[in-house]
């Protein structure tokens, strides 16, 4: 039986679990999937382990790179190591220079990024909300709105405006984003959080700032009537935000679409087929 898992520290919180085997029964594949807690530096060293211990008997002495350990979801805070030890990535974990998924294949460790595609399928397909044309405030520059950026030009706002509390690092994922946004004819801005201009149609918080217990940092004015709210965290974590959401007139909604739609991603990378992810959305939704 193939083995995956999710990697964390901490990681006895994931939810990860009962969605791939959801997954896997849905799709009729025969799969293991466990929480892995790796501690704090030992990211090579864990799955260096994990790949050896899951070895095929019968194929060992013919093919030293067969490992049954077949991939892994990466998630705080080894996303960065996960990149860094991948020896393909592919372009949208590239553009992120994150890596949120690994797929061990032929002697290769392949890194991929399947956070803003789960952001995009659950804002437009889950929550019906087209992107295309739209006003978008993404509020963080860190790992969470670096792998959202792409998929998100590649979804066809009219423009996108990157805030953060330090400016420098909105100032680089503008950078480092530009020509994708081109391509796409998205207008890409950078900002102080300080200064994000009124009315969009779309406000996504990749911050961590209800992690750190503080309020929401930009003013209510970014809520342009009708606006969504999309906090990518979920559970209490999101809570401060999506009821300053409701308040001002918005429509909110958290990121346990994102995580079920980022797992369905990676189930796809790793198995080849797609399992019903609004269905289990539907499933999570009841259990939280
Ligand atoms: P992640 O991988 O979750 O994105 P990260 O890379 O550490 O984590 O990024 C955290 C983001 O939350 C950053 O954009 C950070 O802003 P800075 O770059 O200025 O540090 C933002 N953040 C954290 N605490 C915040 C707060 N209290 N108010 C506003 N933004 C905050």
Not at 95 to 108: I, M, P, W, Y
């Amino acid at each position: 039986m193939d083995y995956y898992g999710v990697i964390g520290n901490p990681v006895a919180h994931s939810k990860s679990p009962f969605i791939h085997e959801r997954f896997a029964q849905l799709t009729q594949q025969e799969l293991i999937y466990e929480k892995i807690e790796c501690p704090i530096g030992q990211f090579k060293e864990k799955i260096e382990y994990l790949q050896s211990t899951y070895r095929p008997a019968l194929f060992n002495s013919l093919n030293q790179n067969a490992s049954l350990f077949k991939g892994c979801n990466v998630t705080i805070p080894f996303k960065q190591d996960a990149f860094n030890l991948a020896t393909k990535h592919s372009p949208r974990a590239l553009l992120a220079q994150a890596c949120n998924t690994l797929k061990f294949e032929e002697g290769h460790i392949i890194a991929d990024n399947t956070d803003g595609l789960g952001l995009i399928r659950d804002i437009e397909i889950n929550a019906k909300f087209p992107i295309k044309g739209k006003k978008v405030l993404l509020l963080g520059a860190g790992g969470a709105a670096a792998g959202a950026l792409g998929p998100l030009i590649e979804a066809m706002p009219l423009q996108i405006t990157i805030a953060n509390r330090t400016v420098a690092k909105a100032e680089h994922l503008c950078m480092t984003h530009t020509p994708l946004a081109k391509l796409h004819q998205v207008q890409l801005l950078a900002s102080s959080i300080n200064a994000v201009g009124d009315a969009y149609d779309l406000l996504i918080n990749a911050t961590a700032s209800s992690l750190a217990g503080v309020q929401v940092p930009v003013n209510d004015s970014v809520l342009s009537p009708q606006a969504l709210g999309y906090d990518m965290m979920y559970g209490p974590n999101a809570q401060a935000f999506l009821e300053w959401v409701e308040l001002h007139g918005g429509i909110a909604r958290d990121g346990l679409g994102m995580l079920v739609e980022q797992a369905a991603e990676a189930f796809y990378i790793w198995r080849g087929v797609r399992p019903d992810s609004a269905r289990v959305l539907q499933e999570m939704r009841q259990k939280v």
